[in-house]
């Protein structure tokens, strides 16, 4: 495989994806992500900004020494003390990157910078030079590449690469581009920037037009050959480029995409649903690739087509992507064997005591539930595996009804302390929250309550997801799956007062819409 036909998977889902308003997660869930994208194939995974906060640094340094395969990248700002932050909290990886950046266009640096087109060329020179004093890899990005004056940009790309600079990404930063035009200054750029043969060319784009999968792959067919992008393509404003969208489409349409990447896409699913479950966006059920609806055939002239031969009417096969099809596989009646094979092939891998802990839940829940799908046994893990103890649903029961009042009479033990309290409220999800809060006494507002069920049926397993946030802008999420709704409610609840004390617990953490955006 040559350099020329691999393309670099740059996955920035645990930087700019968590950037976009209630999309944060916490060191458990960003662990949990990097190992999943590790497993996957990415190549790059930008863990964070290091320099953000205490949270962000711990984070980067805990995913760097963590990640068997991948890169692992911080970002930092074109100073000193951001560079030897990032250089810090990227030590412990096996292989690891600084992604410096710096504005180029004149609006830029007219009115957020403040300085003139020489100045950011030293800025350049400078925080490149010292980047490179810590890795020999350093990727310098020019944000707002797309609005910048092209001969300005070319000596800044020029000045980037003298200084020693690996790879060279020209962001769309704010969605601007067209593929046109994208192509186009990527093809400019590679042929007039001196050294340009030297690096590797990237792209950053992101969706505000719904264009950041198409200019990712116009950039390539110019020469580009890494691509950042982002699990559902969560990120600032509309988003950025869709990993499983730009993998799939090199991988379907070689015959215009003569390139390969290095993801094994049977993870696809399996990282949607996991950003999904610790972030609470749900993709659109018509989302390419990985919504509901992605395989889905309600036509009669489309169900007949793919009864007869699949290939009629899908571009790809549902299996390629690692969608499973929900048959019932298992039971009560269900051995140990049989689990620990299923849950392998779900892709979670287990010791003996969680293998243990894991099974008896199951049967649990094959007590309650007759048929067991391979999504219940993904919610039933995924939830388990984010559980946090320091406070933890003793007992539950709810009075409702046409004729009120919605009662829940709720006992919680909060560290090694019981608690009980009967209270009212408009509904019985209502009820049980105003119990939560009645027994755990938090200044937090409710910003999002969110159902999904898992599969079809009425006994089908209801996900929750609650979004809280403080008055200084700290935002979590707690996500919990259950036979019994209100039950789901109550756990995701609990899950995200956790998050907000372990929030609580850290030092110097930067409210959300403080972090640095490229």
């Not at 990005?141 to 000596?155: G, H, W």
């Not at 049967?363 to 103890?389: F, H």
């Not at 907000?500 to 955006?517: A, M, V, Y």
Request: hydrophobic share 40%; glycine share 6%; charged share 25%.
């Amino acid at each position: 495989m040559t350099k020329q036909s691999q393309i670099i998977i740059f996955d920035t889902t645990l930087r700019d994806g968590e950037q976009s308003p209630g999309m944060s997660m916490n060191l458990e869930e960003k662990l949990m992500v990097a190992e999943v994208l590790d497993a996957m194939g990415v190549d790059v995974i930008e863990a964070g900004f290091a320099m953000a906060s205490n949270g962000d640094f711990e984070s980067v340094r805990e995913i760097a020494g963590r990640v068997k395969n991948a890169v692992v990248c911080s970002l930092a700002r074109a100073k000193s003390a951001d560079i030897e932050r990032a250089a810090e909290a990227i030590k412990p990886a096996k292989r690891g990157r600084i992604h410096t950046f710096m504005s180029t266009s004149e609006i830029h640096l007219t009115h957020q910078y403040r300085i003139g087109q020489d100045t950011c060329l030293e800025m350049i020179k400078d925080s490149v030079t010292l980047a490179r004093k810590y890795t020999d890899n350093v990727e310098w990005s020019a944000m707002d590449a797309t609005r910048t004056e092209t001969n300005f940009l070319i000596k800044a790309v020029e000045t980037a690469i003298k200084a020693g600079a690996t790879t060279i990404n020209i962001p769309d930063t704010v969605g601007y581009a067209t593929p046109d035009d994208y192509g186009l200054l990527i093809k400019t750029l590679i042929e007039k920037a001196k050294g340009a043969d030297k690096v590797i060319f990237s792209t950053h784009c992101q969706n505000d037009l719904g264009l950041a999968t198409a200019n990712s792959l116009a950039a390539i067919r110019s020469g580009a050959r890494q691509i950042e992008c982002t699990i559902n393509g969560i990120g600032e404003r509309a988003g950025n480029t869709a990993l499983e969208e730009v993998v799939m489409a090199i991988k379907t349409r070689s015959d215009m995409y003569p390139f390969t990447t290095g993801i094994d896409t049977t993870h696809i699913i399996r990282a949607s649903r996991l950003i999904q479950n610790i972030t609470g966006a749900m993709v659109q059920v018509n989302k390419a690739i990985v919504g509901a609806n992605a395989f889905a055939h309600e036509s009669g002239i489309h169900q007949d087509g793919v009864l007869k031969h699949a290939g009629t009417y899908e571009i790809m096969t549902p299996e390629s992507v690692g969608l499973l099809k929900s048959n019932l596989v298992m039971g009560k009646h269900s051995g140990r064997h049989a689990f620990k094979d299923k849950i392998a092939q779900l892709g979670f891998v287990l010791g003996d005591n969680a293998l243990e802990d894991a099974f008896s839940r199951f049967k649990d829940l094959a007590d309650k539930k007759k048929d067991i799908y391979d999504e219940d046994l993904i919610a039933l893990l995924d939830t388990e595996s984010r559980r946090d103890d320091s406070i933890t649903l003793e007992s539950l029961h709810i009075t409702c009804g046409t004729v009120g009042p919605q009662t829940a009479m709720l006992c919680l033990r909060v560290d090694d302390d019981i608690r009980r309290i009967t209270i009212e409220g408009n509904g019985p999800v209502d009820a049980a929250f105003n119990a939560i809060r009645a027994l755990v006494p938090h200044n937090a507002t409710l910003k999002l309550y969110q159902v999904n069920a898992i599969t079809q049926g009425t006994d089908a397993q209801a996900e929750v997801t609650v979004r809280l946030e403080t008055p200084d802008g700290k935002i979590v999420n707690g996500n919990s799956a259950n036979i019994d709704t209100v039950v789901a409610s109550a756990l995701a609840y609990i899950s995200a007062l956790c998050k907000l004390q372990t929030l609580e617990e850290r030092k110097g953490l930067l409210p959300n819409e403080q972090k640095i955006k490229e």
